[in-house]
């Protein structure tokens, strides 16, 4: 039997856990797969917020985050690889709680979520980069992104208090 060398054959998008895990099959395209995951996170939570509602959107992100747990675990101890670029279910469900933040849903607040989300996930920010190097389980690769989030809310609401 001949072990794969390239990650991403552990893994099927036949399979659900790996599927939901690489965003519905976004986060293989490339360039850039996390930037792939946050814009379908902003599209999915967009058309999602304003018809569930504020409450309700909250209720399934937050249902997201601890399932995301489990999956991106399950599915980075199946590709032998922490945190593998493919991996963007972090991505969308982190975009989702940004998007609780926008005082609209319009194309300029979808835009700043995206683009502050995705500003602080590459940086990396203090405490982002030590949750991403020290936490090497799917609460890890999940928190990671929720900080990051968490950043972008902070200038959300700042822009949103000026403009």
């Known amino acids: 039997m001949t072990v794969p060398q390239n990650p991403l054959e552990r893994v099927t998008l036949r399979n659900p856990i790996h599927f939901l895990a690489l965003g519905f099959g976004f986060g293989l395209?490339?360039?850039?797969?996390?930037?792939?995951?946050?814009?379908?996170?902003?599209?999915?939570?967009?058309?999602?917020?304003?018809?569930l509602g504020a409450k309700t959107f909250f209720i399934l992100t937050a249902l997201c985050f601890f399932l995301g747990i489990w999956l991106c675990e399950r599915t980075s101890h199946d590709m032998g690889v922490h945190d593998h670029g493919s991996i963007v279910w972090d991505e969308i469900v982190a975009v989702f709680?940004?998007?609780?933040?926008?005082?609209?849903?319009?194309?300029?607040?979808?835009?700043?979520?995206f683009v502050t989300f995705r500003l602080f996930d590459i940086l990396k920010p203090y405490p982002i980069r030590y949750f991403d190097e020290k936490l090497t389980n799917g609460f890890g690769i999940m928190a990671d992104d929720i900080l990051a989030a968490g950043y972008s809310i902070l200038v959300i609401l700042a822009l949103a208090h000026f403009i």
């Open 97 to 113: 709680l940004v998007l609780l933040a926008v005082p609209q849903v319009s194309l300029f607040w979808c835009t700043i979520a």
């Open 29 to 51: 395209l490339h360039p850039a797969p996390g930037t792939w995951g946050s814009l379908v996170g902003v599209i999915v939570g967009a058309l999602l917020l304003p018809w």
